[in-house]
């Protein structure tokens, strides 16, 4: 379904570079999150978000920052790109937390870091 | 510390054989188990999640507390079953394992 939108698809950048992936969902979802997959570490936590001006940092968010001032909008932005930032970026959404409620996906973002 | 541990990073079967992927689990207190899965082109979604119990497209996983796991299994696997499949464990955060891919030979 298209209630959660990523863009851009796929992002080549430089070392260094400030790099900023958009989430966007239409269903009005209180909780979002970004995860990276990579292989041989499955999908990790990156940040997560309960509300509206509400973030907290998962397992990896070292080198991330995310802002929530909508709840429909859920932007990751990777301060100072490195290499080891290349991978696949997943966002998700959720209407009344995990436990309660799947997880909605977005397509992704393919970013590599030259 | 939280941890979900898929040993097979990849499982092929036959059409027709029984399937089970595994999954164990580390967390202190009482986990809420899931089961996600990305066919090829498509977005990762829920399978399913073991406090409801159901079977999903033939799919069933089993919580057993005592040995930690929560293994998916099918009895007769299906080409279409062919697919990515992540376990997720719901404790303080989301945590999912590192995946195992499924081929279900025709």
């Known amino acids: 379904d298209a209630g959660i939108t990523q863009s851009p698809r796929y992002k080549i950048t430089e070392t260094g570079r400030q790099v900023t992936l958009m989430c966007h969902q239409t269903?009005?979802?209180?909780?979002m999150f970004w995860y990276r997959q990579d292989l041989g570490h499955g999908l990790r936590l990156i940040y997560y978000?309960?509300?509206?001006?509400?973030?907290d940092k998962g397992e990896v968010s070292d080198g991330y920052v995310v802002s929530r001032s909508k709840t429909e909008n859920f932007p990751l932005t990777l301060e100072s790109a490195t290499r080891s930032q290349t991978s696949v970026y997943f966002c998700?959404?959720?209407?009344?937390?995990?436990?309660?409620?799947?997880?909605?996906f977005g397509n992704g973002t393919r970013l590599t870091v030259t | 510390a939280q941890r979900v541990t898929q040993p097979e990073k990849l499982l092929s079967v036959f059409k027709g054989a029984p399937v089970e992927l595994k999954c164990n689990y580390s967390y202190s207190g009482s986990p809420e188990l899931f089961w996600y899965v990305q066919y090829s082109r498509q977005r990762l979604q829920l399978l399913l999640r073991h406090i409801s119990r159901e079977s999903i497209k033939g799919f069933t996983a089993d919580l057993n507390k005592g040995e930690t796991s929560f293994h998916l299994k099918k009895p007769f696997a299906q080409e279409e079953d062919s697919a990515m499949y992540y376990c997720a464990l719901s404790g303080n955060q989301f945590y999912f394992g590192t995946g195992t891919s499924l081929t279900v030979i025709p």
């Open positions: 269903w009005s979802h209180s909780y």
């Open positions: 998700a959404s959720s209407d009344r937390g995990p436990n309660n409620s799947p997880l909605h």
């Open positions: 978000s309960a509300a509206a001006d509400i973030t």
